[in-house]
Every structure is written in structure tokens, then in C-alpha cells.
């Protein structure tokens, strides 16, 4: 059993800050990618931004320059800083883990992505 907790959503005004967190737990032998994904009201579910295990990172072309996405590999936390928010990022964010959950998993390349609940960001004009 795998879980995700996320933390940190909020109401914010226009310019201002929020930094999530996801913390991982369960049964966990390795997170490959770690992600941050949104959904906006009648729009469809999007990637924010995701980090792999190298370090390598993406991001929506809408947050680039804005959000850093950022990963503690020690103890299976990461987080989204963002920054200069705009209303155009409210949505519910989720974060996502593509992992392996034992040997068996990482020895024969099985990976599955599991989803955090979700934490409500709104960010008012």
C-alpha cells in the first residue's frame, strides 16, 4: 500500500507564493518520477511540472520561469514552489509518483503511478 499526502493549498492573491508538499509513504522501494499535476474547473487534468530521479525536470510551458519543482530522495518528499501566481493557476493540484514498490518491481522495469488527493489552490485577482 502506497499513500500520498499532500499539503500546502490555500486562497492567495494574485503575485503572491504557495509552496505544496507531497510526502510518500507505504510500500516503496523506489520513486522514479515525482510529479505535480492540476485541474482546473471544466478543464482537462494537466501536468505542472515533474523531477526524475536524476534530477532532470519539466514543466508547462504556462509556469515555466514561475514554479520550481523540487525532491527530497531521503525521505520520499517533494514539493512545488510557486511563485508570481495568476487566477489562471487555481485548480486542484495533485501530486504523482511513478515508483517502483519492491526489487521484484525495479528488477523486472514495473513502474506505477499512484496519485495524491488532491489540495485546492485559488488564486484571487
Known amino acids: 500500500q502506497v499513500q500520498l499526502v499532500e499539503s500546502g493549498g490555500g486562497l492567495v492573491q494574485a503575485g503572491e507564493s504557495l509552496r505544496l508538499s507531497c510526502a510518500a509513504s507505504?510500500?516503496?522501494?523506489?520513486?522514479?518520477?515525482m510529479g505535480w499535476y492540476r485541474q482546473a474547473p471544466g478543464k482537462q487534468r494537466e501536468l505542472v511540472a515533474s523531477?526524475?530521479?536524476?534530477?532532470?525536470?519539466r514543466y508547462a510551458d504556462s509556469v515555466k520561469g514561475r514554479f520550481t519543482i523540487s525532491r527530497n530522495n531521503a525521505n520520499n518528499t517533494w514539493y512545488l514552489l510557486m511563485n508570481t501566481l495568476e487566477p489562471a493557476d487555481t485548480a486542484v493540484y495533485y501530486c504523482?509518483?511513478?515508483?517502483?514498490?519492491?526489487?521484484?518491481?525495479?528488477?523486472?522495469?514495473?513502474?506505477?503511478?499512484?496519485w495524491g488527493q488532491g489540495t485546492q489552490v485559488t488564486v484571487s485577482s
Open positions: 507505504g510500500s516503496i522501494f523506489s520513486i522514479t518520477v
Open positions: 504523482t509518483a511513478d515508483l517502483h514498490r519492491n526489487s521484484d518491481d525495479w528488477t523486472n522495469r514495473r513502474q506505477f503511478r499512484y
Open positions: 523531477v526524475s530521479s536524476g534530477g532532470g525536470t
